[in-house]
């Protein structure tokens, strides 16, 4: 089985800054891309970024120059710094991962238990 735990979640000033971390652990042959979803009350889900296996990014337009997602494939980990925090980056923050279990698989994903982010104004 394989398990996400995200931590680092909290409460921020409009302004300041928070960074996400999610360990991957469990039957894990590899990584394939890796990513940060949001969803604020009363709204779908949405993609924050994501990154390849070869760390190649990609944000929303509504992070871009203010979040950066990075991976330390060593310890199967996906990083969210988010700077420059705003009040309507509030949401909770879940990590997704495509986990290959076993060589010449397709990936399957898993998510994370979620992360609340408060930013207050």
């Known amino acids: 089985q394989v398990q996400l735990v995200e931590s680092g979640g909290g409460l921020a000033q409009a302004g300041g800054s928070l960074r996400l971390s999610c360990a991957a652990s469990?039957?894990?042959?590899?990584?394939?891309?890796m990513g940060w979803y949001r969803q604020a009350p009363g709204k779908q889900r949405e993609l924050v970024a994501s990154?390849?296996?070869?760390?190649?990014?990609n944000y929303a337009d509504s992070v871009k120059g203010r979040f950066t997602i990075s991976r330390d494939n060593a310890k199967n980990t996906v990083y969210l710094q988010m700077n420059s925090l705003k009040p309507e980056d509030t949401a909770v923050y879940y990590c997704?991962?495509?986990?290959?279990?076993?060589?010449?698989?397709?990936?399957?994903?898993?998510w994370g238990q979620g992360t609340q982010v408060t930013v207050s104004s």
């Open positions: 469990g039957s894990i042959f590899s990584i394939d891309s």
């Open positions: 997704n991962a495509g986990i290959i279990i076993r060589s010449y698989s397709f990936p399957q994903y898993f």
């Open positions: 990154i390849t296996s070869r760390s190649s990014p």
